[in-house]
Every structure is written in structure tokens, then in C-alpha cells.
């Protein structure tokens, strides 16, 4: 769930820092509480649900709204659903938004102008989820966060490149979608078998590391060749599905 209208949303500037938003008047808006309302009217969550929320004002409100109508137990704040942090466009337009997601399109690591790289958002997100999985299993759980982060966040449960989440349909203010993890593509060839490169693949030598790194080092003897797809962003930025054929 993205947050209700915000009086930064009203007014039209960007804050991204938490430092700014408890020292500045950022929480809802009266449309916004509206909006959070009617969205927990309309919800159908059982009154057992979990709901977790950025410790940003205009999430936190919004997830309160949400609780007292369902009588939900206590919001559970995570660091990890906090906005995006912006860096140099801080407290500018939000028309500034469309030059980062322009840069995240050239390259989901993109840090210029001290911005958060969705990848970074990718890895933080995911990993929270997983954990919350372990600890609520069967449980209904609700997140409340902001545009760039379940954007993000909604990119890797459909497997895509975190770069191509302003592709996906725009998540209004105060709009719940339920998240559902694509399944993965089935591996291209058994693990257990090897052949000679053959100019399209991988050639490794004895302890080449695995290319794009985050594996181990693969002993096989110099000119086999190592094939594999790695477009799977879940549950991190980077999941190699390697299949030796």
C-alpha cells in the first residue's frame, strides 16, 4: 500500500530524509486521510492482519488509519520500507523525480546525485520480506510505504530489472495491490553436464569466478564452457540460475 496524499505531495516538493520529515510538517493531508480510509474500508483484511510500515509521518499515519478501522495489533515500523533517499534533489520539485528514474534506466546502480540506486532499494526491500515471511507464515500482511519503493519492490517480484520499474503501472496514493512472486523460469539444462564453449557461452578456466560475481569459484578444466540466465532480480538484486551445459 503507497501512503495517502501527503502535504509534500500537495505542495509539490520532495522529502526523502527522514531527518526532514520529522522536523517539517509532511504528514497527510486531509485528502490523504480520506484516501487511507477508504482504502481500509475497501481493503477486506481480516482484523489479525500485519501491517508494517515506513516510519515516514505520511506512511505511519496512513498505517494507523488502516489499523484502528481493522483493530489490527500494533503497526510494526521497518527502517527497510522507508522512502528512496533522493540525495541532491532533496526538498526540490517533484518534477525532479523523472531525471533519477531516467538515470535508473541506464543503470539500475546509478548513484549520481548521492540517490539511493534501486538496487540498493531491490536488495533492502526483498530481504525484508523474506524475513517477514519466515515470521508470519499464513499470516495477511500489509505494507505501507512510498511510490519508488514498492515500485521497485513490484519489479522484483516479477523477476524484471529493478531499472524498468516506472514501467510498471504507477501506484496511486493510498492504493493497495496485493504482490505475488512470478515463478521462475525452469533452468535451460541439467546442472550435470558439461560440453566445450562454443563461442556463445562463458569460457572459465580452473577457479574463474562466476561473472557479475555474488557466486563462488567453479573448478572445470580450461575451454568449458558456463552458460546461464541471469535476469532473476529475486529476492536481491541478482540471483544466478547457472545451468552447466
Known sequence: MRHGQSKANARGIIVSSIENDRCGDYGLSELGRQQALAAARGCGLPGNTVI???????A???????????????????????????????????GNYAQVWAADETTPCNADGNVEPATAVLDRSTAFIADLERRYSGRDILLVSHGDTLQILRAGFLRMNPSQHRSLPELKTAEIRQ???????PAAAPLSRLSRATGDGVEVNHKTPWPWGNGPSLPAPSGW????????????LVLLQWSLV
Open 52 to 58: 508494517c510500515s515506513s516510519g515516514f509521518s505520511r
Open 60 to 94: 505511519s499515519q496512513t498505517a494507523e488509519i488502516v489499523r484502528a478501522h481493522l483493530g489490527a495489533p500494533e503497526v510494526v515500523i521497518a527502517e527497510a520500507l522507508r522512502e528512496r533517499r533522493f540525495g541532491d534533489w532533496e526538498a526540490s520539485a517533484t
Open 179 to 185: 504482490l505475488r512472486l512470478l515463478a521462475r523460469k
Open 225 to 236: 564452457c558456463l552458460r546461464g540466465a541471469r535476469n532473476d532480480p529475486w529476492p536481491g
